[in-house]
Nanobody, 126 residues
Framework: QVQLVVSGGGLVQAGGSLRLSCAASGRTFSSRAMGWFRQGPVKEREFVAAISWSGSSTDYADSVKGRFTISRDNAKNTVYLQMNSLKPEDTAVYYC???????????????????WGQGTQVTVSS
């Protein structure tokens, strides 16, 4: 069983930055893709970013491209989401997700992820 612990959320003014971290337990982290998703008020969960097992391939939602960066440190079993130039519309609960068996490349499909972190609130004030 994999456990994901998310940290780094908080309140920030528009234009500011935050870095989210997601630490994973177990021995599958370094061989699986990881993803970040978010769910805002009265919205469905939406894809934010994903990264391949090696970190060599990434994918971003159009709404965050150029502002957010996903990265990983396999030695620390941790994936990060650096968020810059934050906007009020980025306000949401952010979740990290661990790829299911054999998922090595980034994907936007929720069903391809087997484990989910507890979520962290990010609030961007205008």
């Amino acid at each position: 069983q994999v456990q994901l612990v998310v940290s780094g959320g908080g309140l920030v003014q528009a234009g500011g930055s935050l870095r989210l971290s997601c630490a994973a337990s177990g021995r599958t982290f370094s061989s699986r893709a990881m993803g970040w998703f978010r769910q805002g008020p009265v919205k469905e969960r939406e894809f934010v970013a994903a990264i391949s097992w090696s970190g060599s391939s990434t994918d971003y939602a159009d709404s965050v491209k150029g502002r957010f960066t996903i990265s990983r440190d396999n030695a620390k079993n941790t994936v990060y989401l650096q968020m810059n130039s934050l906007k009020p519309e980025d306000t949401a609960v952010y979740y990290c997700a661990h790829g299911a068996t054999n998922l090595s490349g980034p994907t936007r499909r929720v069903g391809e992820y087997a484990y989910w972190g507890q979520g962290t609130q990010v609030t961007v004030s205008s």
